[in-house]
């Protein structure tokens, strides 16, 4: 799933897009998704992540540590 965060799990909304005569439209809200790289001290190397702005405020948090002790928890490979 590209739009997908794997800290919080953000995925996009869909809704309508409502036009100036009420037509309505199919459209979607996508997660602010950055692919950032950190570097993971106790495994010594770095792991890209598909983060969103809120991931980034998560990890900066918390650790990356924690976050990837969590990530690997629900079973997601890193």
């Known amino acids: 799933m590209s739009a997908h965060c794997q800290v919080t799990g953000r995925k996009p909304g869909f809704g ?9 439209t199919n459209r979607r809200w996508d997660p ?3 692919r950032k790289t950190y570097f993971l001290p ?20 918390d650790g990356i540590e924690a976050v990837v002790a969590r990530i690997r928890a629900r079973g997601e490979r890193v």
Do not use: P
């Open 16 to 24: 309508k897009s409502v036009s100036h005569s009420h037509v309505r």
């Open 32 to 34: 602010n998704i950055q």
């Open 42 to 61: 106790s495994e010594g190397r770095r792991v890209t992540l598909r983060v969103s702005a809120k991931g980034i405020k998560t990890i900066d948090r």
